[in-house]
């Protein structure tokens, strides 16, 4: 044996490297190229102002469920948008991570990356994923932009999720066949000052998209009005 040692403490780590965007990449043979179509000629082809909807709730808050209700919604009223949902970006864009913090913690990471890139594009973004760490969810806000980062809090209590238990996880992790599992053997830091809090164990998915819906139309992102519009063409 040539050394030896003693594991005190199991948790998260306080100091995750993550990659810094004003650090130099590793090749020195990339550079950044711009296109001559502005944010605003997107916004115009569109009819909408980009943003991210970002969903974060417990397992079984209702976040697929309410995402595609928002996506469905939008779509019915003449805008183009696109769903994140966690369970399909692990099965191929981040198929190579896991569940510790550092793993979460670069899953959160690409997915703000994506958001960007389709915000860039002039989509609508709904995601959904679960981004249990305040520090995380705050990097993906500093990727996307403050302006278009809409937290929204699934403010879901963890009895109504674990009742609910639609994928049978909380059962497994109960059981001690699955570890790092937020909410039972994980933290999950809720927001502390999130754009809107939906409780989805009080309103129907429909109600509570609909109240999305309405914050984006309040704040300048779509305008309900084109609903009809596809009806005229």
Known sequence: TAAAGMIIERGRLSCIVRPDENQAVKSTFIHRHTGTVSPLDRAQLL??????????????SGKSTLAYEIERQLVAAGHACCVLD????????????GFSPQDRSENIRRIAEVAKIMNEAGLLVIT??????????????HIIGEEPFIEVFMDTPLEICEARDTKGLYAKARAGLITQFTGINAPYEPPENP???????????ELCAAAICDHLHKKGYINIAQKHHRDEL
């Open 86 to 97: 966690g369970d399909n970006v692990r099965h191929g864009l981040n198929r190579d991570l």
């Open 128 to 141: 959904a994923f679960i981004s249990p760490y305040r520090e995380d969810r705050q990097q993906a806000r």
């Open 195 to 205: 754009a809107l809090r939906i409780r989805t164990d009080k309103r129907p998915a």
């Open 47 to 60: 009819r909408q102002r980009p943003a991210t909807l970002w969903l974060t709730g417990l397992s079984g």
